[in-house]
């Protein structure tokens, strides 16, 4: 089982992902990533989903025109994990 990080972790987690912002009621990081268009909003959400598949760890998202919204947190946790942190830092890399 994956453990839920405690609040130093979490803020030292937060500190290295500036424009993720955490969901207190969810325990969760969540981020709002803007596209051009739905294209290149649909074709990150696509590496995205490659990423997580590989990972066995997935996002909750949601998709409107250019923009994506996403939310990470483990549920088997009952919160956020290093996983997440994990993961967001992936999704950022796919950024770069």
Known sequence: M???LSDVER????????DWDFDEARDAITRTFTFA???EA?????RVALLAEKADHH????????RV??????HDAG??????VEMAEAIEALLE
């Open 42 to 46: 649909f074709a990150f959400m696509t």
């Open 37 to 39: 268009d739905f294209s």
């Open 2 to 4: 994956v453990d839920q």
């Open 11 to 18: 803020a030292d987690a937060l500190d290295g992902l500036p």
């Open 69 to 74: 919204e996403i939310l990470l947190t483990t």
């Open 79 to 84: 919160g956020l994990s290093e996983r997440d």
């Open 59 to 66: 996002p909750e998202w949601s998709n409107v025109y250019n």
